[in-house]
């Protein structure tokens, strides 16, 4: 990442224009100075008194997510000034509640998380997954023979800073009291099992972290919640792939139709997540044309079955669904919302279903954008970003993700002996790649006026 290029003049190369200038000029060039510094003041007030949930998106967000013809590839340093002004007179007109974020306490005000490189660090990972009861069996890459744990060991070195490294006690002591929820597909889920190892590790009694139902972590049960009874918080998980209602096919339909996915009403487990403190979503992976219309499952507006709306059409009517939905039920005085964007696949010569294998044993470097997932991230960003009364902030951890195709089960996602197992290369080992989304998580919370956890890196 290269910064914008610094401009300056010598001492002497400002004597040398003054001296040339003939004295008769002297009236009208400190008039123009004059009306140069009062332009220069206006300016300098209207940025100061930008709602800082802006300054956050400005920095993280347009710097972290940039749209350039499908493709993340524009630095916040290099958006223009028409851009910017756009940026500050939609934000300008933001509530009250949007005051809950903050600007920048790392090192870097401009701190650009989402591009960086992985480097190895022995003090990784954060914590062992033999020690950790939340892993699913699927994610537990060692524990099913996987042979060497290098895998475990990189951290993600953003370029210009520094992402906070994760403490787990002072997480647990600020949400003491509260609700954390994934909301989405088996990413998500993948996620949620990480931040609660994470979480775990320094609790010394692990009997006093508990499902609440009893329940133990399968991928078949879609609402499963964790409490830490010693902070008196609960970390949950709502399994909801399309984030939106799947339904019967109505009686009117036509026989290709074996279900439908109504994209203007929101999926039947909002009413239990809507109250949580901190809600972090996903969703991308169920959005393809193999997992809805070639299965048989269309897409409903109303009434009306679109039976040739395109897939990426149908998931942005959904996404906005849900970004509606959130501005007009979500608390922004009490809930944060973020939005994680799409952990890419690494599938090579097939893909879950055709044999496709991913056998890379080292991080990659990667520097240019994959599609298609980016255009996931771009629906997202959009439409999430329509809906000012309750702020969302996009997690981007895409581009960080792409170059881990080390980083998935591949066959190494259960322990049976089979002689020609299958590979897993959506899914992420844990410990893993999605400890750095809950980094990511972890320092975007350290940025929220709404809670304490900026006093820690003032």
Known sequence: MVGPEEQSRSKGAYLSFFDAVPRS????????????????????????????????????????????????????????????????????????????????????????????????????????????????????????????????????????????????????????????????????????????????????????????????????????????????CTVEYYRSTNLVQQSRAPSYSSVRVKSTFKLDQIDYFARKWRDADILIFNSGHWWTDEKTIEKGNYFQVKDEIRMEMKVEDAFRIAIRTVAMYLDENIDSNRTQVFWRGYAPVHFKGGTWKTEGTCVDSLPSNITGYQEPWYKYNEIIWEETQKYKKTPMIFLNITFASDNRADGHPSIFGTSSSSSSPTSDCSHWCLPGVPDTWNEFLYAALLNTAQWPWAEKHK
């Open 25 to 232: 000029w002297s009236v009208y060039t400190l008039l123009f100075f004059g009306v140069f510094l009062i332009l220069l003041c206006s300016l300098l007030f209207d940025v100061g008194t930008l709602p800082s949930a802006f300054l956050l998106h400005a920095t993280n967000q347009l710097g972290a997510f940039r749209v350039h013809a499908g493709k993340i590839s524009v630095h916040l340093n290099g958006v223009d000034e028409r851009t910017m002004r756009k940026e500050v007179k939609k934000t300008s007109a933001r509530t009250s509640g949007e005051e809950i974020m903050k600007d920048f306490t790392t090192d870097d005000a401009n701190c650009d998380y989402s591009t960086g490189q992985w480097v190895y660090d022995e003090s990784y990972p954060l914590y062992k997954s033999d020690t950790c009861p939340f892993v699913d069996e699927a994610f537990r890459c060692i524990e099913n023979g996987r042979p060497s744990d290098k895998y475990q060991k990189y951290r993600w070195q953003p370029f210009g800073c520094t992402l906070p490294r994760f403490d787990p006690i002072y997480m647990l002591e600020n949400l003491r009291g509260r609700r954390l929820a994934f909301v989405g597909d088996s990413l998500g889920r993948n996620e949620w099992e990480s931040l609660l190892c994470m979480l775990s590790d320094t609790v010394t009694n692990k009997s006093r972290i508990y499902e609440i139902h009893g329940e133990a972590i399968t991928k078949h049960i879609g609402f499963l919640s964790f409490k830490f009874e010693e902070y008196n």
